[in-house]
């Protein structure tokens, strides 16, 4: 997989891809039915692909491990490689629609993982559309942590139920969620953080987390530093605005 | 413009070819628009109800007559075809909507509109709360709305209220909506393969949030959904039909899949023009209480398929076959009482392409199901004829629109509801070369001009 000699898209010394070569439009629409395969159902998930040092045989019984963080829309893979050495134990993945990008992120991975033996093991990607399969991929209360950064902000009124973070969506997203679970989203659209702050706030299976709880989580930090997304925002100077809710049990 | 034509047939070719692109698509579109005919039967089988088309025909079986409905909006009471229509559990309601984006409460005590509430999209499925206080409705975009109905008795004006949303399946066609019999859950079905299982809330304006679970296991849409009920088991037993020609049967609080049987191979051995092994899909299924048996529609079967389900062994079987024998009929949609110990079944199709006669339904009615009581005689279900039906003649004349119709136009109807089904529900699947063709006609520019 990794033998190319030839191939201008990958660098010859770090063996990690180059970007130019993985270009895409940064939308993409998620309401077109895309081409790429969906498993039946979360046992259906191949974790030999995904982890193949975790997970060597494709038999799944038995499974003693299961993924617990999904950056949903990860693009260039930014955050999930800074996750995957900050809990060297723990499953993740990456779900992103466009083709390319996801293409980018496996060779990434794949790169990583020869120049650090042992290391990025647990970090995988997979082209899939998350507002439609995400119960496809995670059982009920299977995640511990749900990310979003930087979301596409469908600016216009008519679009705004494309957006990743919805009063609808948020009923799947708790679903797969466990109680205690955390949702991370960042962005740098004022108007689309009021959105997600203000979907999250009536959802009655969320709860604001304290200042103090932000200042202690490690993973907070990363939101805006670990992605090319934020990095390009701190470049410009632009303001960022974090909405981290928890999955709670509803009062009945 | 004009110097474009000597240019090379190249051109020309692509042109017919999206000329071509676009017939095919008015063309499925058209197909569509082809409604089903629909049953459904009043729990202790005071009525029944046909809809065709924009067509809705009730006929009481208490009184013997044909019900005239009373629609203070005026005109037929629906614009456009139905898509769907159910009686409420506790029978004192009827909901009927469709195409014309309307969803109407009906009472069935005096059949007047007693609502009417106005979708934003066409209806797609609809179901009644057990206790009658709620009506929810499913559009083709994915969204669950719900509305109240305070008690009445009827003789109020006619409310028009305003939905709130309940759930939503993302972009997904929703086909189905049921409520489970204890009524804890509300059960939604749609084209992408998911079975989703929402516990019903007690302020369901607020919108149903808490997913018990999800139901995965069909490879192709899920059409049709029926709960069974069990006596140690208050949410009763969920069963699906679906596009991958199986039935399957779920315990909805976990999302497990109890047993799953492959229907579509059974009818293949029946019927000689089944040959496609695709797109037999179960058009509807329906429970016949008090002997666990479960009537299964499947597109070509001129007849029904009766599965058993055993409730300690949690397995559905084929147990038999009912035929249909001395004309065509295909099923196009099935319905039973609590009480009454029928099946009556529908086919007929509205809108057809070519031909001139709209609105055709043909009822017929199975009796003689086993209840389970040991010791009670063994009975074969047969199919009755028309003289033996309840309400007779009067029945048929109301409920089909005329007592004797060409044959063949039925066989036309059944094969354009599959044709429209397919159309609808299963996604298409392109060649990369024609991907990128259609791309080509895609227009994201502003417009120069």
Same mark, same amino acid.
């Given at each position: 997989?990794?033998?190319?000699?030839?191939?201008?898209?990958?660098?010859?010394?770090t063996?990690?891809?180059?970007?130019?070569?993985?270009?895409?439009?940064?939308?993409?629409?998620?309401?077109?039915?895309?081409?790429?395969?969906?498993?039946?159902?979360?046992?259906h998930?191949?974790y030999?692909?995904?982890?193949?040092?975790?997970?060597?045989?494709?038999?799944?019984?038995?499974?003693?491990k299961?993924? /617990?963080?999904?950056?949903?829309?990860?693009?260039?893979?930014?955050? @999930? !490689?800074?996750?995957?050495?900050?809990?060297?134990?723990?499953?993740?993945?990456?779900?992103?629609?466009?083709?390319?990008?996801?293409?980018?992120?496996?060779e990434? !991975?794949?790169?990583?993982?020869?120049?650090n033996?042992?290391?990025?093991q647990?970090?995988?990607?997979?082209?899939?559309?998350?507002?439609?399969?995400?119960?496809?991929?995670?059982?009920?209360?299977?995640?511990?942590?749900?990310?979003?950064?930087?979301?596409?902000?469908?600016?216009?009124?008519?679009?705004?139920?494309r957006?990743?973070?919805?009063?609808?969506?948020?009923?799947?997203?708790?679903?797969? @969620? /466990?109680?205690?679970?955390?949702?991370?989203?960042?962005?740098?659209?004022?108007?689309?953080?009021?959105?997600?702050?203000?979907?999250? /706030?009536?959802?009655?299976?969320?709860?604001?987390?304290? /200042?103090?709880?932000?200042?202690?989580?490690?993973?907070?930090?990363?939101?805006?530093?670990?992605?090319?997304?934020?990095?390009?925002?701190?470049?410009?100077?632009?303001?960022?605005?974090?909405?981290?809710?928890?999955?709670?049990?509803?009062?009945? | 413009?004009?110097?474009?034509?000597?240019?090379?047939c190249?051109?020309?070719?692509?042109?017919?070819?999206e000329?071509? &692109?676009?017939?095919?698509?008015?063309?499925?579109?058209?197909?569509?628009?082809?409604?089903?005919a629909?049953?459904?039967?009043?729990?202790?089988?005071? +009525?029944?109800?046909?809809?065709?088309? +924009?067509?809705?025909?009730?006929?009481?079986?208490?009184?013997?007559?044909?019900?005239?409905?009373?629609?203070? +909006?005026?005109?037929?009471?629906?614009?456009?075809?139905?898509?769907?229509?159910k009686?409420g559990?506790?029978?004192k309601?009827?909901?009927?909507?469709?195409?014309?984006?309307?969803?109407?409460?009906?009472?069935?005590?005096?059949?007047?509109?007693?609502?009417?509430?106005?979708?934003?999209?066409?209806?797609?499925?609809?179901?009644?709360?057990?206790?009658?206080?709620?009506?929810?409705?499913?559009?083709?975009?994915?969204?669950?709305?719900?509305?109240?109905?305070?008690?009445?008795?009827?003789?109020?004006?006619?409310l028009?209220?305003?939905?709130?949303?309940?759930?939503?399946?993302?972009? +997904? *066609?929703?086909?189905?909506?049921?409520?489970? $019999?204890?009524?804890?859950?509300?059960?939604?079905?749609?084209r992408?393969?998911?079975?989703?299982?929402t516990v019903f809330?007690?302020?369901?304006?607020?919108?149903?949030?808490?997913? &018990?679970?999800?139901?995965?296991?069909?490879?192709?849409?899920?059409?049709?959904?029926?709960?069974?009920?069990?006596p140690?088991?208050?949410?009763?037993?969920?069963?699906?039909?679906?596009?991958?020609?199986?039935?399957?049967m779920?315990?909805?609080?976990?999302g497990?899949l109890?047993?799953?049987?492959?229907?579509?191979?059974?009818?293949?051995?029946?019927?000689?023009?089944?040959?496609?092994?695709?797109?037999?899909?179960?058009?509807?299924i329906?429970?016949? $209480?008090?002997?666990?048996? *479960?009537?299964?529609?499947i597109?070509?079967?001129?007849?029904?398929?009766?599965?058993?389900?055993?409730?300690?062994?949690?397995?559905?079987?084929?147990?038999k076959?009912?035929?249909?024998?001395?004309?065509?009929?295909? $099923?196009?949609?099935?319905?039973?009482?609590?009480?009454g110990?029928?099946?009556?079944?529908?086919?007929?199709?509205?809108?057809?392409?070519?031909?001139?006669?709209s609105?055709?339904?043909?009822?017929?009615?199975?009796?003689?199901?086993?209840?389970?009581? $040991?010791?009670?005689?063994? &009975?074969?279900p047969?199919?009755?004829?028309?003289?033996? *039906?309840?309400?007779?003649?009067?029945?048929?004349?109301?409920l089909?629109?005329?007592?004797?119709?060409?044959?063949?136009?039925?066989?036309?109807?059944?094969?354009?509801?599959k044709?429209?089904?397919?159309?609808?529900?299963?996604?298409? &699947?392109?060649?990369?070369?024609?991907?990128?063709?259609?791309?080509?006609?895609?227009?994201?520019?502003?417009?120069?001009?």
């Open positions: 997989m990794l033998q190319n000699k030839g191939n201008p898209t990958i660098n010859k010394s063996g990690l891809p180059r970007k130019r070569f993985y270009r895409a439009r940064a939308h993409s629409n998620p309401l077109s039915d895309s081409h790429f395969p969906v498993p039946l159902s979360p046992s998930v191949d030999s692909q995904h982890y193949p040092q975790l997970f060597p045989a494709a038999d799944q019984t038995g499974t003693y299961k993924i /617990q963080f999904a950056d949903i829309g990860c693009g260039f893979g930014g955050l @999930l !490689i800074s996750l995957s050495t900050l809990f060297p134990e723990t499953l993740m993945i990456g779900m992103e629609l466009r083709d390319k990008v996801t293409e980018y992120v496996k990434r !991975i794949l790169g990583l993982r020869v120049a033996p042992g290391r990025y647990n970090v995988s990607v997979v082209r899939t559309n998350s507002m439609k399969y995400i119960p496809n991929y995670f059982e009920k209360g299977q995640l511990s942590k749900m990310f979003f950064l930087f979301p596409d902000p469908h600016f216009k009124e008519k679009n705004h139920r957006r990743v973070i919805s009063p609808q969506l948020l009923d799947e997203y708790a679903y797969v @969620l /466990q109680v205690g679970g955390i949702i991370y989203t960042i962005t740098d659209v004022e108007e689309l953080g009021e959105w997600m702050k203000s979907c999250l /706030q009536n959802h009655l299976m969320f709860e604001p987390l304290s /200042q103090k709880e932000l200042e202690a989580d490690p993973v907070v930090k990363l939101l805006s530093t670990a992605t090319e997304e934020g990095q390009k925002v701190a470049r410009n100077g632009g303001q960022t605005f974090q909405v981290v809710y928890r999955r709670i049990t509803p009062a009945s | 413009m004009e110097d474009s034509r000597i240019e090379e190249e051109h020309d070719n692509s042109n017919t070819q000329d071509a &692109q676009v017939e095919e698509s008015e063309q499925n579109n058209k197909d569509m628009e082809v409604a089903p629909l049953i459904s039967v009043h729990p202790t089988q005071n +009525s029944v109800a046909v809809a065709v088309g +924009s067509d809705l025909r009730v006929f009481d079986l208490l009184d013997n007559c044909a019900v005239t409905l009373v629609d203070e +909006s005026g005109g037929a009471s629906h614009n456009d075809s139905i898509r769907c229509i009686y559990t506790n029978g309601l009827f909901v009927s909507a469709g195409d014309d984006k309307l969803v109407k409460v009906w009472s069935t005590d005096c059949w007047r509109c007693i609502s009417t509430v106005i979708s934003e999209k066409r209806v797609s499925a609809v179901a009644i709360s057990n206790d009658g206080l709620h009506v929810c409705f499913a559009d083709k975009f994915g969204v669950v709305w719900v509305v109240d109905l305070p008690g009445f008795d009827g003789t109020e004006a006619p028009n209220k305003k939905a709130a949303p309940l759930l939503a399946h993302y972009c +997904s *066609i929703i086909t189905s909506l049921e409520f489970s $019999p204890d009524g804890r859950f509300i059960v939604s079905a749609d992408d393969f998911k079975i989703r299982v809330p007690t302020k369901p304006l607020n919108g149903a949030h808490e997913i &018990q679970s999800f139901c995965l296991g069909h490879t192709e849409f899920v059409s049709c959904l029926a709960f069974i009920s069990a140690d088991s208050p949410q009763g037993f969920l069963v699906s039909g679906g596009g991958d020609s199986t039935v399957r779920w315990d909805i609080i976990s497990t109890l047993d799953t049987c492959e229907v579509g191979a059974k009818v293949e051995l029946i019927e000689s023009d089944a040959t496609e092994a695709n797109c037999l899909t179960i058009t509807d329906c429970t016949i $209480p008090d002997c666990n048996l *479960i009537a299964v529609a597109q070509s079967l001129r007849g029904i398929m009766l599965l058993t389900c055993d409730l300690p062994s949690r397995t559905l079987s084929v147990t076959v009912v035929s249909i024998t001395g004309e065509n009929f295909v $099923p196009t949609s099935l319905g039973s009482s609590i009480s110990g029928l099946l009556w079944m529908v086919t007929g199709a509205s809108k057809l392409r070519g031909s001139d006669i609105s055709l339904s043909r009822v017929k009615a199975v009796s003689g199901f086993n209840k389970s009581s $040991p010791g009670a005689p063994e &009975q074969e047969v199919v009755l004829i028309d003289t033996e *039906i309840p309400g007779g003649a009067k029945l048929l004349e109301k089909q629109g005329s007592m004797s119709i060409d044959e063949k136009v039925f066989l036309a109807a059944a094969d354009a509801v044709t429209a089904m397919c159309n609808l529900l299963i996604k298409k &699947q392109y060649t990369d070369e024609k991907r990128e063709f259609r791309k080509r006609t895609r227009n994201d520019k502003k417009n120069t001009q």
